[in-house]
């Protein structure tokens, strides 16, 4: 999911926007401080959490800024061309441009770009580019031209690949439009052609990149109103001659057609992109963010002032022109799932634990132990000589790994403790790591099954079911159902297929003193744990128990005692809470055994009564299941085995009773539905403008 935060506007009195907007927005040295350039003489730094300017630089009367201010990363000097070919360059503490330093260069520039940990690149308008320190050295340097004659540069972009800067920029020439790659280390340069569609030759498309692996995502908003990407390699086996790239279809009608003065996008991560224009003919210019990777619509937020089409990213802030003023709008994007964007996926966090990390530190995986990058090196040696005497050895994970493989349970789980302690993992490759080494000995060896080692890998909460797809096949076959439920809070996407596994096992294990357990309410039994594990929740209360003071039920159905024990209560409950498809997950409820069905069908009963009881009641647990929930596995559990449930005598009552249930949430879902369409034309009616000023008396009838 992604959502759009209040926006703000930044102070514009010194600030001008031209017809066209400004010039650009740039990142400073510092996170919170950005260089604004105006269409014409004034440059601002602006700190944007307490929305005023720092500083604010002006070329002089006669004179015009030609490209956006940028930031010099490794100096922290601020950077400007104006008039084409004078450069200016000048410190925070410098007041007057006239006097900063300056260099007239030997043809004119296009743009200047900066990005972390290289020096700036300038690129000419004739296609040619020169780092800032060799430009320096000899200003009046003969600059050659790189694109033909009559070819215009429309866009260009600047990346870090693997500690290699990369610059792309996009040309124009009688309505074709050709892409250039140059890596600026190894001096390759390649052309490329970009087959756009035939509506493309009299409209120019709008573009944005990134860099997806070995490829550039380069990514186009077309005359149609569609977004469209071409993928262009970073290392081309043939630079002699132009190659043509074909663009595939991204995303589907996202701006009105047609609509392209003021639109623009911008790649927020690998599954979000911003998209500013009119979604429809008739409507408001409008800012929106969609996921590509599920081509939906996340959120999007009307712009009435209006807008100069132009869009600025920046970490997690959007930058605009909103009427004329520098509006800044924070957003947030959550890391995209299929489990999501079904919406079966749990947004809860629950107390007590960590959220898994959103990102792999490829850097630190390759060649370096856990927490050895960064953090060891930033260490003096005789802050590490210190810590050595301090603490007592600790394996890395290959040392680790290698013990995995013949040194005993014991002397394993030892381990695994001590390396747990000494780093706190913060991406999920290690970790997978020590649980594939685990699971290959438990296959090689069956007399084999650390089952506390694997609990503590799980508990580190950055596993996943596709990093480790045989620990729970390993927990089906030991019948190890506190780590099956551990598993099922956890893991955000396991199969349906796994899911039905666990299922058929907690209804069919037997639980130890099962009946005992239903006829003692005053023992307090965890999460479905025994209550000295740790790992269980101290909040999980009997199900059975009735809590204090609760009002008689009102409903016409008898509010019967729970049918299964605490303990496997508790894990029924989890399965509840799993992500799921409905179209994978009913082949695998068929193949559960009619009486087992029946037994959660009963539990679920008894959930309903205890959930529609009382408007205020919840049921007791950290997590208990939700009344939309548990109405959706009643659904699923009778369509899969209505016929089969059906000849079971005992089972006719339940049906009868469920099907009233059934009946009863479709008769709700039904009014609300009323309702919302009521709703939706009393709004149709205040937003039509032409009924102002006229008196009416209008009936609505509601039901």
């Not at 074909?246 to 701006?255: G, I, Q, S, T």
């Not at 999920?428 to 020590?434: A, E, K, P, R, S």
């Not at 009735?546 to 605490?566: D, M, Q, R, W, Y």
Request: with cysteine; hydrophobic share 40%; charged share 20%.
């Amino acid at each position: 999911m992604a959502a759009l935060v209040e926006e703000f506007t930044l102070s514009t009195g010194v600030l001008g926007a031209g017809p066209g907007g400004f010039l650009g927005v740039e990142q400073s040295d510092k996170a919170d401080q950005f260089l604004v350039t105006d269409s014409s003489r004034t440059v601002v730094l602006y700190k944007v959490s307490d929305q005023k300017p720092l500083g604010s630089w002006s070329v002089k009367q006669g004179q015009t800024i030609t490209c956006p201010a940028v930031c010099n990363f490794q100096t922290g000097e601020y950077i400007v061309v104006h008039d084409h070919k004078v450069l200016r360059i000048w410190n925070h503490e410098d007041v007057n441009l006239d006097k900063v330093f300056k260099a007239t260069l030997s043809a004119e520039v296009h743009r200047v770009h900066s990005v972390q940990r290289t020096e700036p690149l300038v690129l000419f308008r004739r296609g040619a580019a020169r780092g800032l320190e060799a430009l320096l050295t000899e200003p009046q340097q003969n600059i050659e031209a790189v694109i033909p004659d009559e070819e215009v540069i429309r866009w260009s972009e600047f990346f870090m690949v693997f500690k290699q800067p990369v610059l792309i920029f996009i040309t124009e020439k009688h309505g074709n439009y050709f892409a250039y790659v140059r890596l600026c280390k190894s001096h390759s340069f390649s052309k490329y052609t970009l087959l756009l569609g035939k509506e493309e030759k009299s409209v120019k498309p709008n573009f944005t990149a990134r860099v997806d692996g070995k490829f550039i995502s380069l990514v186009s908003l077309s005359s149609d109103g569609c977004i469209y990407e071409t993928l262009i390699p970073l290392y081309s086996s043939d630079t002699e001659k132009s190659q043509r790239l074909v663009r595939a279809l991204m995303l589907k009608a996202v701006v009105s057609a047609g609509a392209q003065n003021d639109t623009a996008i911008t790649i927020l991560d690998q599954d979000h992109i911003a998209v500013l224009g009119p979604p429809l003919p008739t409507s408001k210019e409008c800012l929106s963010i969609w996921n590509i990777k599920f081509q939906t619509l996340q959120t999007s937020k009307e712009l009435p002032q209006g807008t100069s089409g132009q869009l600025w990213y920046h970490g997690e802030i959007l930058f605009m022109l909103h009427g004329k003023c520098l509006t800044v709008i924070p957003y947030k994007c959550e890391v995209s799932s299929l489990a999501g964007a079904l919406g079966k996926l749990k947004h809860t966090q629950e107390s007590g634990t960590h959220p898994m990390p959103h990102f792999v530190n490829w850097e630190t995986c390759s060649g370096y132990e856990l927490g050895s990058y960064s953090a060891e090196q930033s260490k003096t040696p005789r802050r590490k000589k210190i810590e050595t005497s301090l603490q007592p050895e600790v394996p890395g994970s290959k040392q680790l790994l290698s013990i995995i493989k013949k040194d005993s349970e014991k002397h394993i789980e030892v381990e695994l403790r001590k390396f747990l302690a000494k780093s706190t993992p913060d991406f999920h490759t290690v970790i997978g790591d020590l649980v594939a080494g685990l699971l290959g000995r438990c296959k090689a060896e069956p007399s084999f099954y650390p089952r506390n080692c694997l609990m503590q890998l799980i508990q580190t909460h950055v596993l996943s079911y596709s990093l480790c797809p045989g620990l729970m096949e390993i927990a089906l076959e030991h019948t190890d159902v506190q780590m099956l439920q551990l598993c099922l809070q956890q893991f955000p996407d396991i199969p349906e297929s796994t899911t039905c596994a666990c299922l058929k096992l907690f209804l069919s294990d037997t639980i130890h003193n099962e009946k005992k357990e239903m006829q003692e309410p005053a023992e307090i039994v965890q999460n479905g744990c025994s209550p000295e594990d740790s790992s269980c929740s101290k909040d999980d209360q009997q199900l059975s128990k009735k809590p204090k003071g609760e009002a008689k039920e009102t409903l016409s159905f008898p509010v019967t005692s729970c049918p299964v024990a605490p303990k496997r209560a508790a894990l029924l409950n989890a399965v509840l809470h799993s992500a799921y498809s409905e179209t994978f997950l009913l082949p695998h409820l068929k193949d559960i055994p009619a009486k087992h069905i029946t037994l959660f069908l009963q539990y679920l009963q008894f959930l309903y009564l205890k959930c529609s009881g009382s408007a205020a009641m919840t049921l007791p647990g950290v997590s208990p299941p939700t009344l939309s929930q548990i109405m959706d596995w009643i659904c699923l559990l009778l369509d899969a085995n209505f016929t089969v449930v059906l000849m079971i005598p005992e089972a006719k009552r339940l049906i009868l009773n469920l099907y009233k249930f059934v009946k009863s949430q479709i008769s709700v879902y039904s009014e609300l539905n009323k309702i919302e369409v009521s709703f939706r034309e009393l709004q149709k009616l205040n937003q039509d403008k032409s009924s102002r000023g006229l008196y009416s008396i209008e009936v609505l009838e509601l039901f």
